[in-house]
């Protein structure tokens, strides 16, 4: 059984940073693909970032530049740098396991002066 828990949200200014983290138990964390989400009051959930166990990262048209996904394989950790973060980044953010039910619980990010 996975479990998938984040940490670091909070509420930031517009152009600051904030670190996600997921920290991954059971199962085998090296061999997946990991996965940042998010979603904001009255929409869908989106696809922020996917990191491969080969750490081949995709992004989101709207984070590129910006927002950074890395993992740990053997701490079992995947991460999210988020710089020049804009209101439009408010969401909670997941972390999960793509195609999969793995899902953590999510981090509140709040960007506003």
């Known amino acids: 059984q996975v479990q998938l828990v984040e940490s670091g949200g909070g509420l930031v200014q517009p152009g600051g940073s904030l670190r996600l983290s997921c920290r991954a138990s059971?199962?085998?964390?090296?061999?997946?693909?990991m996965g940042w989400y998010r979603q904001a009051p009255g929409k869908q959930r989106e696809l922020v970032a996917t990191?491969?166990?080969?750490?081949?990262?995709s992004y989101q048209d709207s984070v590129k530049g910006r927002f950074t996904i890395s993992r740990d394989n053997i701490e079992k950790m995947v991460y999210l740098q988020m710089n020049s973060l804009k209101p439009e980044d408010t969401a909670v953010y997941y972390c999960?396991?793509?195609?999969?039910?793995?899902w953590g619980r999510g981090t509140q990010v709040t960007v506003s002066s």
């Open positions: 990191i491969t166990r080969g750490r081949t990262t």
């Open positions: 999960s396991i793509p195609g999969t039910a793995y």
């Open positions: 059971g199962g085998i964390f090296s061999i997946r693909t």
